[in-house]
T-cell receptor, first 112, second 115 residues
Framework: TQLLEQSPQFLSIQEGENLTVYCNSS?????LQWYRQEPGEGPVLLVT?????EVKKLKRLTFQFGDARKDSSLHITAAQTGDTGLYLC????????????FGGGTRVLVKP | KAGVTQTPRYLIKTRGQQVTLSCSPI?????VSWYQQTPGQGLQFLFE???????NKGNFPGRFSGRQFSNSRSEMNVSTLELGDSALYLC??????????????FGPGTRLTVL
């Protein structure tokens, strides 16, 4: 069974501060995705990383895939209140039939 | 392009009843997956359908079942409801099952409350 652990589970910061969310596993994934979910809605895909060591930037969000493709991180620079939400990482691998495995999520609260 | 739609959005049932939830994927998406989301367990995979066939299945009891129609629309059914089945049920579609990325596009979910 493939497991993804996210840390921290909850993060509360002031607007303008930076934050980093981690996603770790002992399993290798062929791809790893990050989603953001807001209350009352389904998760929305932010990014997919597929190459070990890959770094992708989406405005103030930076995503990194570990060299061994077992871990990933999401860094937000100068957080805004609109960044508040539940951040979920999800990995897939051919060994698991391409079934997505989700981490437990990190709830981020950005206070004004 | 319209997103994934799920009906109903909210549902209240009592223990022992059964329920059917519906999902319409994004046009052109042939894979539909179902997830259960609860505060304690997070997002858990129920099953995935592609071309009317179940491709993957999570670790849920047989009370949870699903099907997919020829137009890719999908339904999931939960029989003999238990209090612990109260959750947000999310449907997600993707372009093609079997692609190594399996990027999911989620609907807003159906909030099921079992009393």
């Amino acid at each position: 069974t493939q497991l993804l652990e996210q840390s921290p589970q909850f993060l509360s910061i002031q607007e303008g501060e930076n934050l980093t969310v981690y996603c770790n596993s002992s399993s290798v994934f062929s791809s790893l995705q990050w989603y953001r979910q807001e209350p009352g809605e389904g998760p929305v895909l932010l990014v997919t990383v597929v190459t070990g060591g890959e770094v992708k930037k989406l405005k103030r969000l930076t995503f990194q895939f570990g060299d061994a493709r077992k871990d990933s991180s999401l860094h937000i620079t100068a957080a805004q209140t609109g960044d508040t939400g539940l951040y979920l990482c999800a990995g897939s691998s051919k060994a698991a039939g391409n079934k997505l495995t989700f981490g437990g999520g990190t709830r981020v609260l950005v206070k004004p | 392009k319209a997103g994934v739609t799920q009906t109903p959005r909210y549902l209240i049932k009592t223990r022992g009843q059964q329920v059917t939830l519906s999902c319409s994927p994004i046009s052109g998406h042939r894979s539909v997956s179902w997830y259960q989301q609860t505060p304690g367990q997070g997002l858990q995979f129920l099953f995935e359908y592609f071309s009317e066939t179940q491709r993957n299945k999570g670790n849920f009891p047989g009370r949870f079942s699903g099907r997919q129609f020829s137009n890719s629309r999908s339904e999931m059914n939960v029989s003999t409801l238990e209090l612990g089945d109260s959750a947000l049920y999310l449907c997600a579609s993707s372009v093609l099952a079997g692609n190594s990325y399996n990027e999911q596009f989620f609907g807003p979910g159906t909030r099921l409350t079992v009393l």
